[in-house]
């Protein structure tokens, strides 16, 4: 995910398919990396000053939700990229011809919601 390091994208990744609050423990053991428990703590606590977490105290632990979706956190980085180019519309424009029929399908849906 835009804006986010190597780690915090697979930390990020742990809580999106927990569907739960995860301890610091639970995301260690989950990363299945050879890594310190400070360093996801670390980690952890980055996300949450970046906005991309919550996190409630329970017991002595923090345990650690996302604050957006997978897919929310996707569309804001179609977002920070389209804002990030010179012409916006040739860039959508190319994506839409590039798309399968099935997205296509989905695009269309989505429009006709927004209506």
């Given at each position: 995910m835009q804006g986010l390091?190597?780690?915090?994208?697979?930390?990020m990744d742990v809580l999106w398919r927990a569907g739960e609050?995860?301890?610091?423990?639970?995301?260690?053991?989950?990363?299945?990396?050879?890594?310190?428990y400070t360093t996801v703590l670390?980690?952890?606590?980055h996300l949450?000053?970046?906005g991309w977490a919550d996190r409630e105290k329970r017991s002595r632990a923090y345990c650690y939700t996302p604050t957006v979706s997978r897919e929310e956190a996707?569309?804001?980085?179609?977002?920070?990229l389209l804002a990030d180019v010179g012409d916006p519309e040739?860039?959508?424009?190319?994506?839409?011809?590039?798309?399968?029929?099935?997205?296509?399908?989905?695009?269309?849906?989505?429009?006709?919601?927004?209506?």
């Open positions: 390091g190597e780690l915090e994208s697979a930390a609050a995860r301890t610091v423990r639970e995301v260690l053991e989950e990363l299945n990396r050879d890594l310190a670390t980690v952890l606590d949450h000053r970046k996707a569309a804001r980085a179609m977002r920070n040739r860039v959508l424009l190319h994506f839409a011809r590039s798309a399968s029929e099935g997205e296509r399908e989905a695009l269309r849906r989505g429009l006709r919601k927004r209506s």
